[in-house]
């Protein structure tokens, strides 16, 4: 909504903060769907739960570009970013829909999914991330978000500067 108001009111500063306002939330919504599909699917439907979760939202970033672009070129800008936040609304209802969901089953069955003392995290734990494949593979992770999240955003201005692409 902070993002949104400051494309109406065409400030940077406040879409700035609206940005960084949406960033707090991203990583731990992705840390809570990862919790919600664990205990939902178990076994060869817990990695296709997993893959379709990642896809939909790889889907929704891919989408969000044109569809942004065609209605601030119909709309403009304001619009398009009110309509990304109305997106986000519906998102929120969704996931309440889904801890309703959620309740209901726990009440049905009786079982509530709890975490072991083991389970849980402890900072006592951070000591054993000491091996070299763990660490290679968590600067992998970072590299390839850094190049590929730039790439996204920059990719339609590069192809029409350097091949004469337009939209």
Known sequence: MVFA??????????????????????????????AIVTAWFQG??????????ISVARVGSFINGPTVAALNSSEGVGFALLFGFFICIFSFIMA????????????????KVEMSDEEKFKW????????????????SCVI??????IYISNASEMLEKRFGFTN
């Not at 060869?44 to 979760?53: H, K, M, V």
Request: net charge negative; charged share 15%.
């Open 96 to 111: 309440l829909l889904l801890i309703a969901i959620d309740v209901y089953a726990e009440k049905k069955d009786g079982v």
């Open 44 to 53: 060869n439907e817990l990695s296709f739960a997993f893959g379709l979760n």
């Open 144 to 149: 390839i978000y850094m190049v590929i999240f």
């Open 124 to 139: 006592g734990d951070l000591k054993h991330l000491n091996s070299l494949p763990f660490w290679l593979v968590s600067a």
């Open 5 to 34: 108001i400051g494309g109406y009111q065409t400030s940077y500063v406040i879409m700035i903060l609206g940005r960084f306002i949406f960033g707090l939330g991203g990583e731990c919504m992705t840390v809570a769907q990862s």
